[in-house]
């Protein structure tokens, strides 16, 4: 059930909303009862059957919670609760691919799976061994398995995060009182139609520059420069506001039932550096890999040559973590490299304190490495890859070239405009949505939320508050979102 669907605006979140209010009445356990209830049904509602195997994912990582209450078996039983994590998600997310590299090596006639990614595996298997690690480290035991499944099921960041700490999660979930709800409401209502908007209103209508191109470069094609470049910062821009989209969504949701979700997105294309990208860019993914990767590895206490062997690793990793295939390798490799070259430059001695223009170059550099890195992620292959990065270069391939259509989607309604005008159009609305980007306050900073407050760029030109005329833009920005949902256009992080 996608959050952009009208099934689920109009039929399972008043449903829920309704039930929840009525069961807070009663009691703040009867609360969790219902979003728990609803979480599983949001689910079980893709493929029912995948629901046995979340469900046994949950009842398990519990049970081995409360085994680990016991101080002499704690690290034995948690070390082996991560590995069974871990190999579920590897069995589903990584089979395929393995099987596919010992065959290309040995030549062994290793089946083909074609085994179907549950929605968010790797969001809750994250989750739960984070939740594991914290109970080897000597955090608490949650001993109520209802907020345990709740904590893992929430449906607002189930299926594509924010990744979240069982901490910060569970005391809300149980405390009595949610305090001011119709403010909260009202504010959270606002969020999540502002991420509907990024969604299908941007995000989708950019891919429509995007999806063709990459197609025809996997297939072996090649495309003009003007078209790969146009294609290439389409999808820099789709993923963001497609991303961010859904974590802004997952945070208003929350605020409907009075919970406070992390902050995922902090405009991370005004990143000035690489460090500072992976400030910005999936926060929580970010800190997890830190808390749970990177520190236990050593981070930074063991010197310098081993600090930066340990950041390549968290980063080939977390590309893994994205997906099954070399190109997402390549993606978190050059990540990694880009993490330890910024990492030498800032350690140098003699640099100086950085002016406009040196904020400038360094934001240009930046971002073009970023973009750079999106062609791995995005291709299906490392050859398509490579094809869409001659066609930047301006290189010919041996392919076929690529011939547009010439038809414009707005909001999925086809118009014929010629392929001139279609490459004009597209760069028009890539500048825009690139504009959006850098010089609009991102949501977070428009609606003084709560968990931003720490953020070094708090300051915004337009603040929301709870007044007519910012219903009425929420409305008329709700009546264009929409128009937009008939497209039915997937959440890109729901593959992963």
Known sequence: MLFSSFAFIFQFLPATILAFAAARRHSARAGIVVLAVASLT????????????????????????????????????????????????????????LFDVLHEATGAPLPHLDVVLPLGISFFTF???????????????????????????????????????????IPQFKRERVGRSALLGAQGWAIFVAGLFKKVAIADNLAQFVNPLFAHVDAGGSVPAEWAWLTILAYTLQIYFDFSGYSDMAIGLALLFGIR??????????????????????????????????????????????RYINLMVTMLLGGLWHGAGWN??????????????????????????????????????????????????RAKSVTGAGHMLASLAGLETAGAAYGSPGILRVMDLPLLVGEERLL??????????LAIAL???????VFRYREYRRAPETAAFVRWQPSFGWALLSSLTFAVSLFGMWQRVEFLYFQF
């Open 42 to 97: 949001f689910y079980g509602a893709w493929r029912p059957i995948y629901l046995s195997l979340f469900a046994g994912s949950v009842a398990i990582n519990y049970l081995l919670g409360l085994a680990m209450d016991d101080p002499l078996r704690r690290r034995t039983i948690g070390t082996v609760g991560v590995a069974l994590n871990l190999s579920v998600l590897g069995f589903f997310k990584y089979a395929d691919f």
């Open 127 to 169: 989750q739960q061994i984070a939740y594991l690690v914290d109970v080897m480290r000597g955090a608490k035991v949650e001993r109520d398995i209802v907020s345990f499944t709740l904590f893992v099921a929430f449906f607002p960041h189930l299926i594509a995060g924010p990744l979240v700490h069982h901490a910060e999660m």
């Open 261 to 306: 979700l992390p902050v995922n997105f902090r405009s991370p294309y005004k990143a000035t550096s690489i460090i500072d990208f992976w400030r910005r860019w999936h926060i929580t993914l970010s800190r997890f890999l830190r808390d749970y990767l990177y520190i236990p590895l050593g981070g930074n206490r063991l010197g310098v040559q081993r």
């Open 328 to 377: 997402f390798l390549i993606w978190g490799g050059l990540h990694g490299l880009y993490l330890v070259l910024n990492h030498l430059w800032r350690g140098d001695k003699w640099k100086r304190r950085a002016g406009l223009v040196t904020q400038m170059s360094s934001w240009g550099l930046t971002f073009v490495a970023v973009v750079v890195a999106w062609v791995f992620f």
């Open 424 to 433: 004009l159009i597209g760069w028009s609305a890539v500048m825009v949505a």
């Open 439 to 445: 010089f609009l306050p991102n949501v977070p900073q």
